[in-house]
């Protein structure tokens, strides 16, 4: 999250105090979802953080007010990361009803700004550009309003007009059930994003009433209150309009997230990295990829993964807030989830690597592998059907194909240690917790239960016994027993 210098700080301390509220409060009726609607994602980041991260652009995080309603305690706990605000509004009533029950907190702040939780693509500068406007004009409320191809749906704004000319001053915003002949000509919407001076705000919401269609206190009804109160009432004109405008369908959230995952791929590709295909690629925003990788198609980078320079990622791959080292080869169909990676490892293909793993520079975790909460030390190698959890091993391990560690007893994890040097033959079982020392041997088929000393042997297997003549004395008994059966 970017930080205020110590300059910033002091101009917002000397300046007037702004905060920001985030209308997050209501339920995904639209997207035909029983989740809250800010949750859902472009991207793959939640709508509401994205304009959270932008508005702490702006302001200090602390200042920055997220009013959530619709499982406020889920919507809390995915933004607490992020050092905002919030405040509950139990019942949910409009968007007025939203600011009222804010009045709390928001009233010490001079201006509050306030945005809309499905509008991730709004811009620090639109929004910067209608806090200078809002307190250069020392407006009471200013709106951000646009023109889009097709207005309908939308409030309209109706500004004050002389000699024939529409002035910035505004008279009202109308509802669309609300227009009267004629007024649904009017291009010009209210986005929903506004500036308000606080005094003459919280003067006045108590006077906002429910008498629309839904009942609810709208927060758009402040402008013709604010103008009968002779307070001034501003409007400013957006040209990006599909940056203004929130998220209402599926397809609209669709379209989005294509919109951000194309300007992820150019910003990728122009900052020198080969991905093929890349409309067949999924990569999230906050992804940092560096020069010289090549990202092959199908492929997903998802949350906040770092890959370095030179590195191969190939086809059907997952890499989930995973950091890899510069050199690293991703084979094919690999699944990578919260892990480290070191440079010039070699994954795959079919490595599943799950959350909680570090493999150091050098290692190889090879066709149908699986890691769990295990660090691989530098240079070692499990190449085949093998599973390792919570395991630490060292260097110059390793570990022979079908080999497992018994990590959990069905109440509790146990770890399993492997130190420099080990060499695990095929198909050994590793009951935790063990030790194996530095430089030990390990037979294949072996079952180890206990700890094997520095540079020995362990052999944890029965005694092999064969039978002579035991397969032709069975199979003569079965052809006798099918002849004695025809007759």
Known sequence: ???????????????????????????????????????????????????????????????????????????????????????????????????????????????????????????????????????????????????????????????????????????????????????????????????????????????????????????????????????RVLALKEGAVAETLGINTRAELARLDARVRAAKVAELLDAGVTIYRPETCVIDSDVIIEADTIVDPFVQVLGRSRIGADCRIQSGTIIVNCVIGAGTIVQPYCVLEDSRVDENVRLGPFSHLRPGNEVSEGAHVGNFVELKKTKLGRGSKANHLTYLGDSVIGERVNIGAGTITCNYDGVHKHQTVIEDGVFVGSDSTLVAPVKLGKGSYVGAASCITDDVPEDALALGRGRQINKLEWARIKRDAIAAAKEASKK
């Open 1 to 231: 999250m970017p930080r205020h210098t110590s300059k910033e700080k002091r101009t917002i301390t000397n300046g007037p105090r702004i905060a920001i509220a985030i209308m997050a409060a209501g339920k995904g009726t639209r997207l035909k979802s029983k989740h809250p609607k800010v949750l859902h994602e472009i991207g793959g980041k939640p709508l509401l953080r994205w304009v959270i991260e932008t508005a702490a652009k702006i302001v200090p995080a602390q200042d920055v007010y997220a009013i959530i309603g619709f499982e406020a305690n889920r919507v809390r706990q995915a933004m607490a990361d992020t050092g905002c605000s919030f405040i509950v509004q139990e019942q949910q009533h409009g968007t007025g009803h939203a600011i009222m029950v804010g009045e709390p907190a928001l009233s010490k702040y001079d201006h509050i700004l306030v945005l809309s939780g499905d509008t991730p693509l709004i811009r620090q500068e639109v929004i910067e550009r209608l806090r200078d406007f809002h307190l250069a004009q020392k407006s009471a409320m200013t709106l951000l309003t646009a023109e889009p191809e097709n207005p309908h749906g939308y409030g309209r704004i109706l500004r004050r007009k002389t000699r024939g000319k529409s002035m910035n001053e505004v008279l009202a915003i109308v509802e669309q059930k609300s227009l009267r002949p004629g007024q649904e000509k009017i291009p010009e919407i209210n986005v929903g994003i506004y500036g308000f001076a606080t005094k003459p705000l919280f003067t006045n919401i108590r006077k906002l009433r429910t008498a629309n269609a839904h009942g609810e206190y709208y927060l758009t009804d402040m402008a013709e209150l604010l103008v009968k109160a002779k307070e």
